[in-house]
Structure formats: C-alpha cells, structure tokens
C-alpha cells in the first residue's frame, strides 16, 4: 500500500486486520485503505489525527477519494488500542499514550515543557514528544505501565543504573571469536592446489559387513550418516506406520553409549555446539540419519550419531508425544501428499485379497497408532534398521580413511542377528493393478487435485533415464511461478496445459521409483467445477505422447535441462551424501556424473515413445483425487475406456 501511494496509485482496498493493545485486548475489523498522494490520515476507532503528506488513510468510518462522490460508510467492531503512530525512515521515534475516558473519543497526553495536560485527539495543535523526554515518566494514569504507580522517575534512573552495571551487553573475550587477518587455530588450512586430486567415490566394506562410501570436496564443512534398507514396504497390518514413528523418535535422545544419556534437547544443544544439525528420513525402501558439522568436530559428530541410532531413548512418554505430533501432521498435511499416497495405495492395490508392500500407506494412519509400541518399535528396528549387510556409511567432505575408521569406532561391532535373516524372506514384489483414490475433504485454496498415473519400471530397469526425461519433458508447476528460461517455462505442461486453460492452477509431471516398479504420471489443481476437463486434459497428454514423437526442440531442451539439474543439484554436500548411499544401496555401485550425463544425452525420441506406449497401452490408470467436492472427476471405469479407444 505504502509502494503505490507513493507511485500515486488511487482506489480502495479492503483488508483484515487483528489487532492486540497492550491491554490484551483483541478486535478484528475490516478495515479500508485509500491511497491518495493529496493526503492522508489513520483513522482508529473514529479517532483521526492526521499524518503528513504522501502517507495512506485508514479508516472505520467515512473515507473518500478526492471526489466527493467516492464517500462510503462501513461499520465496524468497537476495540481500545493505542495510538501509536510508526515513524517513517526519516522520522525519530515518537509515543503518543491514551487515557481512560468515559467520553467515545480518546482522551491524548499533550506535554508541554515539564505540564503534563489531556486533550482530544480532534485538537489540532497536539504536541508530540519523544521518548526521551523525562515528563513522560510523571504520568501517574499510564494504563500501559503496571509500575507508574510504584517507581517514579528517580526510582527508575537509580533501577537502571544498577542494571547497566550487573547486565553486560558486549561480547565475552572468552566465548567470542574476534575476526582476525588470519584464520583461527581449530580452523584446518586449505588444502594447496597442487596437492589436490579430482574428487572421485570410494568404497570399503568393514569386517561386519557395513559398507562406507565418501567422496571428497575440499571443504570446511562434511556431511556424514547412515542409510538402511527399512522401510514402511516391510510394514505388516500390526507394525503399519512404525517408520513414520521412527522418523520421529530418530533424535529424541540417547540412553546410552559413548554419550551417556541425553535428552532431545540436550542432543540438539551438543550437536550445535559441534556446529551442526542432524536429519532423519523415511521412505518405502529406505531410511536416512545423517549430520551436516564442521569438518574437525566429524569424529565427536559421528559418536553423538551412532548412538543415536543405536541407543534411542524408547518410553512412553516419548511414543506418546510422537503420536501426539502425528496427529498434528494429519491436521495439517498437504493435500499433493494425499494424492500421492492414494496413487500408490490405489496403483498397487490388493491382489487376490492381499495387500501389496507398495500399496501399504507409508505416513502412519490414526486408525494404526495404537499398535505401536515400545516393544513393535524395538523388535521392527532389530529386524530391518540395524542389519550389516543392508546398511551404507556415506560422507560427503570427508578423507575415505578418516571415514573408514570412524564406521569401524562406532558401528563395527554389529553383527546380523536371526531377525535379519529372514528379512530378504520377507521383501515381496508387488504387481501394479491400477485404481481409483477419492478423498472428498475441505484444502486450504478450495482446489481439487486431481493425479492420473501409469507405470513404468524400476530403479534397474533401461527405461529409467528415458523416463526421467520424459518427465522433464513434460515439467510443469504452478499458474504462478517466478519462472523463467532454464526453469521449466517451456514445457509441455506450461505451454499447452497453463497458458491455455485460465481454470488450470497447476499440472505438473512426477515420477516415482522402486526396485521393481514405479510409476508415471501428470498432478493439477482446479476448481471443483472444472475437474472433469482437467483430468480429459492430463489424458490427452497421456495419449499425444503415444500417437507422435516429441519435436527435436523439446527432446533437446528436455536433456540440457535433466543435466543442469542433475549437476547442480550434486554441486550440493547434502544432496551428495544422498545421492552416495542411496546409489551404494541400490546399485552397489555409484555413477560418475559423467556416466550420467552421457546416458541422458543418449535418449531418443523412439525411447520416449515407447515408454509411453509401454506404460499407457498395456495398463489401466490409475487416478487420484483430493478435494472438498469431488462428484465431477470422472471414475476410474470411464477414464479406461478413454484409452481402451486408442
């Protein structure tokens, strides 16, 4: 508002504000602005006193343009609050104090010299005085001051007097770092250029069975943690939602180890003492701890880690607040999180009867929370977080050798239990059958998401870099972006979904990965009204990549696009740790970016073709839908026959 009454913008503007004196008293009004360059005054409680030029006019009551005829009446809910009015940049501070009064006007504190006087807020020639000025402090009526009617003005010098001498404000010599011209002593030197080799990614495998992978990155900062082949797939009906929980209690403390035993807050204190944070995630297939800290303090970083994962504080209480904070999460999910999960749900639904590991919900449902315990979270973690042979040390920033020794410090001494060999027993492929998902609850936007889906083969399969392309191809977002060229404005989904149709809000292409599976699909947002046409839409997208090839331009731009962000999303310590574990559990391996890049720039326009021919052809849908009204998307039978047609 302040922008365009400077750049002399007119016209008036409804907004809601709430409001809280320093009474504590709250009132909520609609409040109208309007912006004039001629003049401008703040209306409060129909008490107006006027600001200098240039400035915008709030009101409660009558406000007017400069023409008469713009003059309005709004009501509006009686509240106290201050008058305070805010400087601008070239002003100094100013106080203005109300006193009680019986009458509707406000009754204002005028200081003239060392006379304190009342006066309305209607009186012109009202003087302000800073707040330096001591004949502030003589007021005995201050209603926003529980201490005027005990400590007068010498009382008050003498009270801060002793605090200026007891509080100090200036930093401790002791627990400070002053900058200097050279570096501090804890602080390792750089490395000599001549002395430093192209990164490259190491692998060991410890006695035990833990493999430990690193690359280096010549930093001052690392990035180190464990991955585990454990998640939410291995789930059965009576341990449903445990890894949600275990995402939870990853940090609540420890109860033992090298680091004694530690509260969740204690933990965080120590690990930000090391200068560093800690991250714990949870997916189908697997599950991350991991630490960002300064580079000399890996050692004690890695021990306070370890034991984290090895001696968790696991009691009631600590469960009980865990589900307290899941049923917040449900209070306040997302709804492009539902869609997702009732994807996977509905794309991998029961068969024969039965259902399938990637149809189990990942995010732990309410229903579910009862089930879990101290003793199923404990006998869950024996049998799939802590087995040797399905775990991977990863650290991004760190000397291999350093990083090897560490593993073998803190996690060298487990060994497989007969829990962990019936896990292998225990992993079942699931087969995609295709379905519908319908949620029918209130978003926050009042949109309706919509989600149609296909699928496509897993992590090992040859179409998995075709798809990834196919997918950028598509790209997507939002109707309102802060995109650009680079930023996937060109797209398929941006052109011919967004810029084409003013109901559709967003569509956006997604993949999802799993060893044996995975799935490929199209996400939008619209209104209630328009779900029908925007689920034809995502259709036909669907069938355009059947019946003809991309253009040259889109298949190129579509693979300069995967490399950039590829290479810039591994130019990131956090993302390389990642990408380090999570390719070492997969693959046993890791690509170089090299490798990467030329898989990608080998993709042609018959391979994206015939993914989509493969995925689309030979498989029924599968459709997802969120909202508050949901009878016009269309059902799962009537948008198969839309492709059995083709």
């Known amino acids: 508002a302040a922008a365009a009454a400077a750049n002399g913008v007119r016209g008036v503007t409804s907004v809601f504000w709430r409001i809280r004196n320093k009474n504590g008293i709250k009132g909520n009004s609609n409040v109208n602005i309007n912006l004039s360059r001629k003049y401008c005054a703040n209306t409060i409680n129909n008490n107006t006193y006027v600001r200098n030029k240039n400035r915008f006019q709030v009101g409660f009551s009558s406000l007017s343009h400069d023409h008469p005829d713009h003059t309005r009446q709004y009501t509006h809910r009686q509240f106290s609050v201050s008058n305070y009015e805010f400087p601008m940049r070239d002003e100094a501070p100013v106080v203005t104090r109300a006193l009680a009064s019986s009458d509707k006007t406000a009754t204002m504190i005028e200081t003239t010299g060392s006379t304190v006087t009342a006066s309305t807020t209607s009186n012109k020639n009202m003087k302000k005085r800073y707040l330096s000025d001591p004949s502030i402090a003589s007021i005995t009526n201050d209603p926003f001051d529980d201490n005027t009617q005990s400590l007068n003005l010498k009382d008050r010098e003498s009270i801060l007097k002793v605090q200026k001498n007891t509080l100090s404000t200036s930093l401790s010599p002791s627990s400070s770092h002053p900058i200097t011209p050279n570096p501090p002593s804890f602080i390792p030197p750089n490395l000599p250029r001549e002395s430093m080799i192209e990164p490259q990614t190491l692998l060991s495998t410890l006695p035990n069975g833990i493999r430990v992978a690193s690359q280096e990155t010549y930093g001052q900062v690392c990035t180190i943690g464990l991955l585990s082949e454990c998640g939410s797939r291995l789930e059965t009906n009576e341990t449903c939602g445990i890894n949600h929980m275990m995402e939870l209690l990853a940090f609540s403390g420890t109860s033992g180890g090298k680091s004694g035993t530690l509260s969740a807050a204690d933990f965080q204190t120590t690990m930000e003492n090391l200068g560093g944070v800690s991250f714990a995630s949870s997916s189908r297939e697997q599950f991350l701890y991991c630490a960002d800290v300064l580079r000399p303090n890996s050692e004690k970083a890695m021990t306070l880690l370890a034991d984290a994962v090895l001696h968790p504080i696991l009691d009631e209480n600590t469960i009980n607040d865990a589900k307290q904070v899941i049923e917040y999460q449900w209070m306040d999910i997302m709804p492009e999180i539902r869609v997702g999960e009732g994807l996977q749900m509905a794309g991998y639904g029961k068969l024969d009867g039965i259902e399938q590991q990637l149809g189990r919900p990942h995010f732990c449902p309410l229903e579910a929370l009862p089930n879990l315990t101290v003793e199923s979270i404990q006998n869950f973690r024996k049998s799939y977080l802590l087995n040797p042979q399905s775990m991977v040390i990863a650290g991004a920033g760190i000397e291999h050798n350093e990083l090897v020794e560490l593993a ?229 039978e009537e948008v198969k026959r839309w492709f059995t047609r083709m």
């Not at 073998?408 to 699931?430: D, E, R, V, W, Y």
């Not at 990834?468 to 941006?494: D, E, H, I, N, W």
């Not at 990131?572 to 170089?592: A, H, M």
């Open 408 to 636: 073998q410090s803190t996690f060298g001494h487990i060994t497989p239990s007969k829990m962990n060999s019936a896990k292998a027993s225990k992993i079942l492929p699931s087969t995609y059958t295709g379905g519908d998902y319908r949620l029918s609850t209130p978003t926050i936007d009042g949109f309706v998401r919509v989600a149609l889906a296909f699928p496509i083969d897993g992590w090992h399969s040859q179409d998995l870099v075709p798809a990834c392309v196919l997918q950028t191809l598509l790209g997507g977002g939002s109707s309102f972006s802060a995109g650009g060229p680079g930023k996937g404005m060109y797209s398929r989904l941006y052109r011919q979904v967004l810029n084409r149709y003013y109901w559709a809000e967003s569509a956006e292409a997604f993949t999802s990965f799993h060893n044996e599976a995975g799935l490929l699909g199209i996400s939008g947002s619209t209104t209630p009204d328009k779900t029908n046409d925007l689920t034809q839409v995502l259709a036909e997208h669907f069938m355009k990549l059947v019946v003809e090839d991309v253009t040259d331009e889109e298949l190129s731009r579509a693979r300069n696009m995967l490399k950039c962000n590829v290479l810039t999303q591994l130019e990131s310590r956090l993302v390389l740790f990642e990408d380090l574990g999570r390719q070492i559990l997969t693959y046993g391996k890791r690509e170089t970016s090299q490798d990467m890049c030329a898989k990608i720039e080998a993709v042609t326009k018959e391979d994206i073709r015939n993914v989509a021919k493969k995925a689309v052809l030979h498989n029924p849908p599968t459709l997802s839908s969120v909202g508050a009204t949901i009878d016009n998307v269309p059902h799962h």
